[in-house]
Every structure is written in structure tokens, then in C-alpha cells.
């Protein structure tokens, strides 16, 4: 087909490509070629029903794929030659929508370049490193978590229950009247204000002594996961068995012994390397973001307006998803693009067109055991289902691709710290929360940066 350029602005391209009836009807005769030798008609034995009568019968049903073979293989071959990158697919129309058999097929194509990057000077980007070593207090506030998480309900108690306190109760629930599956136990130890059971439950409890019996007045969940229950108001007779107040565990070597550490002081190093990483994690994610705002200050080149309204749309409807989490599902009315969006959008494309540029030249790559290592950690978010997580990981690319990216990510924001002038800066862990707040304070309302 012969190309001709219509437009060259920017990073914005056209053309119109033509194929002449001729060249059209060449390219289906050549098809029928192709299965003449195999070809099955009543009357005529395998390889010689005659092309022309192939043709009359077939040719038709052919003009399509034709069509759509020359215009695939015009477009790849012009953008080969040109050394073209599409930033997406090429826009593709068929100019005369009438046509027919024996016309010529006039076609036209858009597109927009990916630009070329500038080399970044990454070396005068400056950075600080924020460092917080763990204080003692940080070690014995955990160790009084750790003992609060620990502690029993061994003590019956003769009052009135209180939130924290444990109820050992018998339970039946009913609809309409009607118990229902799943609704009822004997001997069930309730914490008040863990917030177990449904909202409204464990309020009604409050004050409850043992040998009581109470009815509670609760209304599942319109999103409650058993359909039959959602919604519904419901009825539970509940008897009171036993109160018990809560006994914080000691700190002690059989606090240390509970968690699985050798000794007290085995369990304050675990403690203060853990408070240490979680600090090297969040003083990482500082350095981050500062280091993305530098780069994005310093980039200035022409973006494909396609890859920002594309990701400009996604941003609106996730932050709208945001605001209404009630709304499931996607047959919400047409969400508002705004100048905001846009900019946010130009931010990430932007950044990420750079990170693709960077970790091509780097030759920066994601290996299969960086990828399982990550599938593996967010597997045990799914207990008891973790095997069929990882192999629908295995076997989905777009799965995978989740994993890959940020991982990719990762891998570049390191590559330009190290080339970028980082100095460390001693702080205290409430300097390094409120210069997180303030990063946060700037991006509210906002998707994290991809």
C-alpha cells in the first residue's frame, strides 16, 4: 500500500495509505494459491478444484482478511522503516466505509511518538537520607504491646462487663424468626470492642453480668458476605455464662518464651532490629518521593497527550472509587476529568517514560526469584489459600505484571540514588513521621505515584 504523510506535529503523526482494487484482488488470488493444493469440492478430488472456481465461491469471504493483512503488514512496515515507537496503538479507519468488492481501499493511520528522554545530570540531584536509630523507650513501648496482645482471661469477674472484657456466652440468632446456618454457638469467648461480630453486637453487651440473658438487636451489613443475611435485621438470644476481666502478661522471660525467643534479651535485639528496619522502610519511602519530585522538576520534554488523558481517566476514577466505597461496581455515570487529574497524570507518565528509559540503558531487569519472593509475601494475605494464589500468578501475565512493576520500580529509584549526591541526616523517629505528614499533607487527596 502507498503511505503519505499527513501531519507532523509535535510527537503527533498521520498518514492515508491506499491499496488499488488490483493489488487487493493480487492478494486474494495469492491466498486461494495457498489452499488450492488441499482444497475439497463435491465432483473433484483433493488439489484440483480449479483456482477461478475457488474464486467465485471464496473470494468474498476473503476480501476481509486481505484487507486487514495489508493494512496490518503497510502499518508495521512503515513504522519499522521510520523507526517509529507508537506511544499506543497506531488509530486505525477505513476512510470509504462502503466498500465493496472491486473498489480500491483507501485507509488512514495516527499516531503518537514516545519521545526521546534527556539524559538527566542525576549527579546533581541532592538528597537527604533520613536516619532514626531506635531508642529504648521505642523497645519497651513494644514490649508492652507485645504484653497487651498477650494477655489472659483466666479471672472470672462478679460486676458488670466492661469493653476489654472477655464473655463467654451461648448464642442463638434468628431472622424473621427463624435461626439460620452459622448463627448460633455455646461456650463462645467474646472480647467486647474487638469488633468480632457484626456493629451493634458487642455494644449491646456492655453491662451485662453473668447468668443473664439478653436479646441483641443488630441489622447485618447490606456487603455481609452470605446474600441470605445481608441487610437483614436480626435477633440474637444471647445467655451469659461467664464475665472475665482481662490480665495484662508481665514482661518477663516467659513473655520471650511465649514469642518463641530464647531469652528477654534475645527478644529486645529481634524488637530493635525490627523497629530499625521499619524505620529504614519509611525513611526509604521519603527518599522516594523527594527524589521523584527532583526528577520531575527537572524533566521537561513534549509527552504523548494519548498515555495522560488514558492515565488521567484512570486517576479520576480511581480517587471517585475513593470517595464512594460503597459503589462496587463500574455502571456509575461518566466521572469528571479535571485540570488536577491531568497533572497528576503528566507527573507519572512522565517519571514512568523516564524509569523505562533509564532501566533499558542500565539494562535493569526483574528476576523470576525477585517475582515469587514478592508472590510468596502477598500470598499470606490469603491463609489457607496460599498454593492457588501463587499459581494463578504463574499462570496470568497480567498477575505477574503487578508483581514486575514496582519491583522494576524499585530497582531504578536505587540505580539514581547511587549516582545521585545523598547525604545522611540523624533524626528522631517523631522528625521522620512529621516529614512524612508533610509529603503526605502535599499529595492529599491524591493516588500514590505509581
Do not use: C
Not at 486481505?66 to 496503538?89: C, W
Not at 539524559?119 to 497487651?148: G, H, Q, W, Y
Not at 442463638?172 to 439460620?180: T, Y
Not at 494519548?306 to 466505597?325: F, Y
Amino acid at each position: 500500500m502507498e503511505v503519505t504523510e499527513t501531519k507532523s506535529e509535535g510527537l503527533q503523526r498521520a498518514y492515508t495509505a491506499k491499496a488499488t482494487a488490483a493489488e487487493i484482488e493480487a492478494r486474494i488470488d495469492a491466498k486461494l494459491a495457498e489452499v488450492q493444493p488441499t482444497a475439497q469440492l463435491k465432483g473433484f478430488r483433493k488439489g484440483k478444484v480449479p483456482v477461478s472456481l475457488l474464486k467465485k465461491m471464496f473470494s468474498k469471504s476473503m476480501l476481509g482478511e486481505a484487507m486487514q493483512e495489508m493494512v496490518d503488514e503497510t502499518v508495521s512496515a512503515h513504522l519499522e522503516a521510520a523507526k517509529h515507537r507508537p506511544a499506543q496503538r497506531p488509530d486505525i479507519k477505513i476512510v470509504n466505509e462502503s466498500f465493496d468488492e472491486g473498489d480500491d481501499l483507501n485507509v488512514e493511520f495516527s499516531y503518537e511518538l514516545l519521545p526521546d528522554i534527556p539524559d538527566v545530570p542525576f549527579s546533581e540531584i541532592k538528597l537527604e537520607r533520613l536516619v532514626v536509630s531506635p531508642e529504648e523507650a521505642d523497645v519497651d513501648k513494644a514490649l508492652e504491646n507485645l504484653a497487651e496482645n498477650a494477655k489472659s482471661y483466666d479471672d472470672a469477674k462478679d460486676g458488670e462487663a466492661e469493653s476489654g472484657d472477655q464473655v463467654v456466652i451461648n448464642f442463638v440468632g434468628r431472622v424473621d424468626g427463624e435461626a439460620f446456618e452459622g448463627g448460633s454457638a455455646d461456650d463462645f469467648p467474646l472480647v467486647l470492642g474487638s469488633n468480632q461480630f457484626i456493629p451493634g453486637f458487642e455494644d449491646q453487651l456492655i453491662g451485662v453480668k453473668a447468668g443473664e440473658e439478653r436479646d441483641v438487636n443488630v441489622t447485618f451489613p447490606e456487603s455481609y458476605g452470605a446474600p441470605n443475611l445481608a441487610g437483614k435485621a436480626a435477633v440474637f438470644s444471647v445467655t451469659v455464662k461467664e464475665v472475665r476481666a482481662p490480665k495484662k502478661a508481665e514482661v518477663d522471660e516467659s513473655l520471650a518464651e511465649r514469642y518463641g525467643a530464647e531469652s528477654l534479651d534475645a527478644m529486645k535485639t529481634q524488637i530493635r532490629t525490627q523497629i530499625s528496619n521499619e524505620y529504614k522502610s519509611v525513611a526509604r519511602s521519603h527518599l522516594k518521593r523527594k527524589l521523584l519530585d527532583a526528577l520531575n522538576d527537572k524533566l521537561t520534554f513534549e509527552l504523548p497527550e494519548t498515555m495522560v488523558e488514558s492515565e488521567a481517566k484512570q486517576i479520576a476514577h480511581q480517587l471517585w472509587h475513593d470517595e464512594h466505597p460503597e459503589e462496587q461496581g463500574h455502571d456509575h455515570g461518566e466521572i469528571e476529568i479535571t485540570d488536577e487529574h491531568r497533572d497528576l497524570a503528566g507527573r507519572r507518565v512522565r517519571l514512568g517514560l523516564l524509569f523505562s528509559d533509564v532501566g533499558e540503558k542500565a539494562k535493569i531487569e526483574v528476576g523470576e526469584a525477585e517475582i515469587n519472593q514478592a508472590a510468596m509475601a502477598q500470598a499470606r494475605n490469603y491463609p489457607g489459600r496460599e498454593q492457588e494464589f501463587l499459581t494463578a500468578v504463574q499462570r496470568s501475565p497480567e498477575l505477574r505484571q503487578q508483581f514486575v512493576a514496582p519491583l522494576f520500580e524499585d530497582k531504578v529509584v536505587d540505580y539514581i540514588a547511587e549516582l545521585a549526591s545523598v547525604t545522611e541526616k540523624q533524626v528522631t523517629a517523631d522528625e521522620l513521621r512529621a516529614a512524612m505528614a508533610e509529603l503526605e499533607e502535599d499529595e492529599d487527596g491524591k493516588p500514590a505515584d505509581a
